[in-house]
């Protein structure tokens, strides 16, 4: 929208950018009170299990229900309450009310819930998690935490010791958006995954050509060999679907089966965990 005269240029901005800090702000006085005014909600998605048919976790996705502009995604303000200093707070509570809902599922259906690299600053994670265990008295090995490659690479010196000490609470970890930073492979001999997740890039490209599927079955066999599950995330349709079981991916994730939903809406859901054992078939759940 900048004019093609030069003078002009900089007065012409001048608003637009005092509107969106504006905005920022705004936003920020919200978020600070939106902890305490009970404006968060946690939605869940299924993670499919192929060979088994089954829903075998919930990812955990939070959901900011703003009073004025109604609901809006992780992405429009995670990175406003880690820079302001909010996202360990948050995070706490994600961990227990996630733990508390996930403790009335079946006993082998497991939680999985997303952690910011801020969360590793501290030493208040582990403590998160063992008060969200205690609290729900959901068993540590039913929860999956999961980290992207920013956790890693923001490592202050601790974040290895911090993942140790959960994996010995007997939580699993998880690498979240695999492939799409420039040392995943480099991270996954720094620790020992419990899963992979393949980014949802990736599977995008299926069915499509030689390459998409290549780097799919590259990455199932390199979680194989190394002892880690693959998760497919975004899968979105049935050629997908198709191609991942072929290539010995664990689990699928996406809109094919459900989108995240509220911890009220998951009883069909749950009643496909109990498996397939001569009943239906993976696919009740295209796209609501
Ligand atoms: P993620 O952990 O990779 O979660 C998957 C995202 O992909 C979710 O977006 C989900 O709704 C979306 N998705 C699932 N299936 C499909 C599909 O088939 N197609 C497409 N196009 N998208 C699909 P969402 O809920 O907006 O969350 C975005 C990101 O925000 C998450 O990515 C995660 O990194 C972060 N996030 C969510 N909840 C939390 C939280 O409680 N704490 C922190 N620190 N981050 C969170
Ligand atoms: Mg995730
Ligand atoms: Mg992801
Ligand atoms: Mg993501």
């Known amino acids: 929208r900048a004019k093609a005269d030069g003078r002009?240029?900089?007065r012409y901005f001048e608003p637009d950018m005092d509107a969106k800090m504006q905005a920022r702000r705004v936003l920020e006085l919200d978020l600070r009170k939106a902890l305490l005014n009970?404006?968060?909600?946690?939605?869940?998605?299924?993670?499919?299990?192929?060979?088994?048919?089954?829903?075998?976790?919930f990812e955990a996705l939070l959901r900011w229900n703003h009073p004025l502009r109604?609901?809006?995604?992780?992405?429009?303000?995670?990175?406003?309450?880690?820079?302001?200093?909010?996202?360990?707070?948050?995070?706490?509570?994600?961990?227990?009310?996630?733990?508390?809902?996930?403790?009335?599922?079946?006993?082998?259906?497991?939680?999985?819930v997303n952690l910011s690299?801020?969360?590793?600053?501290?030493?208040?994670?582990?403590?998160?998690?063992?008060?969200?265990?205690?609290?729900s008295g959901l068993p540590a090995s039913r929860l999956e935490l999961e980290i992207t490659e920013?956790?890693?690479?923001?490592?202050t010196g601790n974040t290895l010791a911090i993942l140790h000490k959960l994996r010995e609470l007997g939580v699993r970890i998880s690498m979240d958006d695999f492939g799409t930073g420039y040392s995943s492979l480099s991270y996954?001999?720094?620790?020992?995954?419990?899963?992979?997740?393949?980014?949802?890039?990736?599977i995008g490209d299926l069915p499509?050509?030689?390459?998409?599927?290549?780097?799919i079955k590259a990455i199932s066999g390199l979680g194989a060999s190394l002892g880690m599950t693959t998760t497919a995330e975004g899968v979105e349709n049935w050629a997908q679907?198709?191609?991942?079981?072929?290539?010995?991916?664990?689990?699928?994730?996406?809109?094919?089966?459900?989108?995240?939903?509220?911890?009220?809406?998951?009883?069909?859901?749950?009643s496909y965990a109990l498996g397939s054992k001569g009943r239906g078939h993976m696919g009740p759940y295209r796209a609501v």
Not at 72 to 100: C, H, K, T, Y
Not at 117 to 133: E, I, N, R, Y
Not at 150 to 155: E, G, N, S
Not at 208 to 215: E, K, L, M, P, T
């Open 70 to 112: 109604g609901q809006l995604l992780p992405d429009d303000f995670i990175s406003l309450a880690e820079e302001i200093g909010l996202i360990s707070q948050i995070g706490a509570w994600v961990l227990r009310q996630a733990a508390m809902d996930a403790a009335e599922w079946l006993d082998d259906i497991r939680l999985a």
């Open 38 to 57: 009970g404006e968060f909600e946690v939605y869940y998605q299924p993670l499919i299990n192929i060979a088994e048919d089954r829903v075998s976790c």
């Open 241 to 270: 679907l198709d191609k991942l079981r072929l290539e010995g991916c664990t689990e699928v994730q996406g809109y094919l089966f459900s989108p995240a939903r509220p911890a009220s809406q998951l009883a069909d859901l749950l």
């Open 8 to 10: 002009g240029t900089f």
């Open 150 to 155: 920013t956790v890693m690479l923001h490592d």
């Open 117 to 135: 690299s801020a969360q590793f600053k501290g030493l208040g994670l582990v403590q998160d998690v063992v008060v969200a265990l205690e609290a």
């Open 188 to 202: 996954l001999r720094k620790f020992p995954f419990d899963k992979i997740k393949i980014d949802r890039s990736f």
């Open 208 to 215: 499509g050509g030689g390459d998409a599927v290549a780097i």
